[in-house]
């Protein structure tokens, strides 16, 4: 006689079906509030993934308790956790640098401040909440969870990061008005841009913001003079004793450094000359000065250094999901590294949503594993430019630019020509 496994067994965590639908049903708040930010803050990585039964074992739970199960690990396998890997260590370490050195400084005007460039699906924005998050516990054990620059009496939020995203049609305005709903800061319809400056200081300072993070910062265009003064703006706020963070696709494409090159040799972005610097001897701009450019990159498959973190990560990856007949080596094993690296690119984003649509297909389809020809079956479109960070689209030869490509030339349009009258013959 078969029984169901009690809760003793192998299910002993698994939560009730209405807190499992809580927890599907639930939605964060937005994270460029001050309420979102802490609660990504202190939930970010917190979801216990379902247990790992066996086909056997699942097959004697009641029908109840099954789709229970399978209900946490649907939600397991779409939640890959964020895992350490070579380009975000890269990302948190230049971060955490830079604020350990800002938040120390005591007589320096201004503090400088981090760019994070990369394509789509890279992981930038991740990489960098991540760094802020742990900046912010580190701050408030510190500080006991207390603004050490709080007046007496006051009950201001104590925020030391702030996340903002860069507004679609920017103008200093409406980063203003952006930094203050942050903190649902009442903002007067009538207010000038000096008075929304001054509110915006005043906010960073009773607040005790460190970090400003501005995200999707390539939505500037240098061409247009109200994302000009924005980025003005920008530079205004590194004197007020917060380092800035910004995150943005293609940086050095969009004019906020200049035009720039990636040097494949040491793996940075290389600024030209201007047309200043031969007149005035001017060496880089303010913003470049000011800023620490870091591209962030995907996963590699050349060197075994590189080879191995990618199959950690995907180790990693695969003692997270629960697929009944997943075995070890599921997807380190074999050909899959390749595979996976030929699909994606080495693109982390791309990664994760083909691994989350392979599990759930697996799942639906009975077959509980994750092999080659299930993820066949899977259409993954690659959203990154053709070009890679290290492979630049190189300019066109200007001594040939102006060579034109000879043209053949079209036939004469013969239909209206007078052949005069026909000739007897051919009566």
């Known amino acids: 006689m078969t029984r169901a496994l009690s809760l003793d ?24 509030t001050y309420v979102g930010w802490q609660h990504y803050r202190t939930h970010c990585g917190l979801l216990v993934p379902a247990s790992t039964v066996s086909p056997k074992q699942w097959s004697m739970l009641s029908e109840s308790r099954q789709y229970d199960y399978d209900l946490y690990r649907e939600l397991t396998n779409a939640n890959l956790p964020l895992q350490d890997t070579p380009m975000h260590d890269k990302v ?10 800002n938040t120390r400084k005591k007589d320096a005007p201004t503090r400088a401040g981090v760019m994070i460039s990369a394509w789509g699906n890279y992981g930038k924005t991740a990489a960098v909440c991540s760094a802020g998050a742990v900046f912010e516990d580190q701050w408030l054990e510190l500080h006991s969870n207390l603004n050490p620059g709080a007046l007496p009496g006051a009950r201001d939020l104590h925020a030391p990061v702030v996340y903002v995203s860069t507004p679609v049609t920017a103008t200093p305005k409406s980063l203003c008005a952006s930094i203050l709903g942050f903190f649902r800061a009442p903002i007067r319809k009538s207010a000038t841009l000096p008075e929304l400056v001054r509110q915006v200081a005043g906010s960073l300072h009773d607040h ?30 590194m004197s007020l004793d917060v380092t800035l963070i910004m995150t943005g696709v293609n940086i050095p494409g969009i004019g906020l450094l ?58 990693g990856i695969e003692q997270h999901l629960r697929l009944l007949n997943a075995k070890e080596g599921m997807l380190t094993g074999g050909t899959m590294p390749e595979y996976l690296m030929r699909r994606t690119g080495g693109v982390i984003g791309l990664l994760g949503r083909l691994l ?3 599990a759930q297909e697996a799942m639906e389809s009975g077959r509980e594993l994750i092999d080659e020809s299930l993820l066949d079956e899977i259409v993954l479109r690659r959203d990154e430019p053709g070009q890679p960070p290290d492979a630049p689209v190189l300019p066109a030869d200007l001594s040939t630019a102006d060579e ?4 053949a030339k079209r036939p004469r349009n013969t239909v209206f020509d007078d052949r005069g009258p026909a000739s007897a013959t051919g009566s």
């Open 92 to 101: 948190g370490k230049l971060i955490r640098r830079r604020l350990s050195g």
């Open 208 to 237: 005790g913001v460190k970090a400003l993070i501005l995200d999707d910062i390539s939505r500037l265009r240098m061409h247009r003079a109200d994302d000009q003064d924005v980025l003005d703006l920008m530079r205004a706020l």
């Open 258 to 315: 200049r035009e720039s090159k990636w040097n494949k040799k040491t793996r940075q972005w290389e600024m030209p000359p201007l047309e200043s610097t031969r007149i005035h001897g001017l060496e880089i701009t303010q913003t470049e000065h000011r800023f620490e450019l870091i591209e962030l990159d995907r996963f590699r498959y050349i060197t075994p250094k590189q080879i191995g973190a990618f199959i950690d990560h995907l180790e």
């Open 404 to 407: 034109k490509t000879p043209r």
């Open 9 to 32: 067994g192998p299910l002993e965590g698994l939560p009730s079906r209405a807190r499992i639908a809580e927890l599907i049903l639930s939605s964060r708040p937005p994270i460029d």
């Open 356 to 358: 989350e649509d392979g």
